[in-house]
């Protein structure tokens, strides 16, 4: 056929084309990666080299060969009776490989990574430190947190009780036909004695002299001594023979 005859599109060759949508596309994309690889390789094969790098590869090189005839130490030690792969020492029982070389590549001066390492131990065991110092703050303030609130629910408990006793001792004192307590504070005060001046009170006994827990106490031991009465049982006994035989004892805890 000559060069000039036009192709044939019935011919098995131009059948059997991949015409594929799309298929150029994938196929110079693919021509391209591989012509940027070949450059990559090219151009590390043609780059120049660093120092360190040509000194790393020799390092390298003369680390993996084993030592010769050559060497001075090695050639007194086969005089001596040493074989090639045999550990050290008159029985063996030495090493077989040559210590490992640390090269240091850094600019800092000897001993500074073992001064790195101090400072970053040190570093830890502060933070350590402060963690611990730091939680147990905070255990002792909220120990001192339920301390303060027990207490205030003490106190709350124990103002209760007071209130309790006064309105008995009052009631009690009334049957008697006693108008006056013996303390001022043994009944509830009226709204009009708590707006009295201050310098009037000053002088007297007040309630503040004592506190709630001690006026809990002097009430109770009055309400006993002169009602034969105990509030923690809400009961007036007899007599007082009558109110230590049957009265478990004269405070909230011995009623518990």
Known sequence: MEEDEEEDYMSDSFIKQDVRPGLPMVRRMKEAIQREEKQKEASEKNRQKSIKEEEKERRELVLKSALGNENRGFALLQKMGYKSGQALGKSGEGIVEPIPLSIKTGRSGLGHEEFKKRKAEEKLENYRQK???????????????????????????????LRKSQRA???????????????????????????????????????????????LQILTAYLREEHFYCIWCGITYEDSEDLSSNCPGDSAADHD
């Not at 110092?133 to 303060?148: H, S």
């Not at 009690?172 to 201050?198: G, R, T």
């Open 131 to 161: 963690l611990h110092m730091k939680k147990k703050a905070n255990e002792q303030a909220a120990d001192q947190f339920r301390i303060r609130f027990k207490n205030k629910q003490e106190e709350h408990k124990m103002e209760g009780d």
């Open 169 to 215: 001792c009052q009631q009690l004192d009334m049957q008697k036909d006693i108008d006056v307590p013996k303390e001022i504070w043994f009944w509830i005060e009226p709204e009009e004695e708590e707006k009295k001046d201050e310098e009037e009170k000053e002088g007297e006994c007040t309630s503040s002299d004592f506190s709630v827990s001690e006026k």
